[in-house]
C-alpha cells in the first residue's frame, strides 16, 4: 500500500462496502444522505459546493475527490470551486481565532493584575 488513501477505496465506499456491517444503519445513512442531497431550497449544484469546501475543511480525501467531480458535473469552473474552499478556509480560521477568546479568558484569570 502505497498511500494510506487509495482512490479505489472511495469506489468501494459507494458500493456499499460499508455497509456489509450493520446493513440496517448504512441503509439509514444512504436514505438520510440522499435526501440531504436532493433538490430543495438549494440547488444540487449549490450542495455540491457547500460539500466540496466542507470537505476541505475536514480534510477528507475522498469526499475532495467526489465533490470535485460533482461540481464540475454541474457545471461549476475552477474559479467557483477555489472561491468556495476560501470560503471554508476563511471561517474555519477565524472559528480558530474565536477560540482565542478562550484562551484570552483564561490568561485573564490566571494572570496578577
Known sequence: MNNYFEKEDLNKFGSGIIGEDASSLWNK???YYGEVFAE???T???KA???LAVAHTVQCPYCIDS???TALNFGCDQDQIMEAIHVAAAI???ATLAFGVQSKNISDKLTIK
Open 49 to 51: 459546493l457547500i460539500a
Open 44 to 46: 444540487a449544484r449549490e
Open 67 to 69: 465533490y470535485t467531480h
Open 29 to 31: 445513512f444512504i436514505e
Open 92 to 94: 474555519k480560521a477565524g
Open 40 to 42: 430543495g431550497a438549494l
